[in-house]
């Protein structure tokens, strides 16, 4: 979609009116400022007013506090899925960000904006996820600068981005990662010889899973929540 409709579509602004305001140097693409209104956007770009994230207006953005035992799928012929968990009407369109495997509890996010999607899972951009993860052994204190250093995975050939890893008890921890490899946690935890018995995502970027919601249930995302990543 060309620039200057977008701008328009987001903000509701008239074209003449977008043309005047890239003009003015107030449209970034991706941290660049343009004035090309028929600049093509394919759709991964982050485009902002004044430094405000533009997104489309009606587009929706959820919070889910997924319980175990369903997919991380839009559809699944024999399991139930996350969207099982919002009414039908909501729930089509939705991509999901970011998976979570069946047994993994904690914030999942929903959304039909695929650029916003792209922001958070991107492997170009670094999104911080957080984790709080049980292990079946103690964790060794020598794990903490393992997960720094970056830790080869199994059948991969490059080590895993320095990640943070807090011990929160002999067998709690809490996992920062800044990439969204599969199995990532469980694999990291493998590598060392350990196992994970039970893991939660606690917060994606700034957005923090919301201690008010029950298990199962979802929520809309706030304005500022939308915008914080
Ligand atoms: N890492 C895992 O191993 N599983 C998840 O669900 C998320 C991160």
Not at 1 to 30: E, F, N, P, W
Not at 40 to 68: C, F, I, Q, W
Request: positive net charge.
């Amino acid at each position: 979609m060309r620039l200057d409709k977008y701008v328009s579509q987001c903000t509701g602004l008239s074209r003449k009116s977008v043309k005047q305001v890239l003009h003015q140097m107030r449209i970034a693409v991706d941290g660049e400022p343009v004035r090309n209104a028929g600049l093509g956007l394919s759709g991964e770009e982050t485009v902002t007013l004044d430094g405000h994230l533009l997104t489309l207006p009606g587009a929706r953005y959820l919070m889910v506090h997924k319980p175990a035992g369903l997919v991380c799928a839009t559809e699944d012929a024999s399991q139930r899925t996350v969207l099982d968990l919002l009414p039908g009407t909501l729930a089509s369109g939705l991509q999901i960000v970011g998976r979570l495997d069946k047994d993994t509890t904690g914030l999942l996010l929903l959304t039909d904006d695929g650029q916003w999607n792209h922001r958070i899972t991107s492997p170009r951009r670094t999104c911080a996820k957080v984790y709080c993860v049980t292990t079946a052994d103690p964790i060794a204190p020598s794990a903490i600068q393992a997960f720094r250093n970056g830790i080869v995975l199994k059948n991969e050939p490059k080590p895993t981005q320095p990640a943070e890893l807090v011990i929160e008890g002999s067998h709690q921890a809490r996992v920062t990662l800044t990439e969204g490899r599969y199995h990532q946690v469980k694999r990291m935890f493998a590598a060392l010889g350990n196992r994970v018995t039970a893991l939660h995502r606690a917060s994606v970027g700034r957005i923090q899973l919301d201690p008010e919601l029950p298990e199962g249930h979802y929520r809309t995302l706030t304005e500022e929540e939308v915008n914080s990543v």
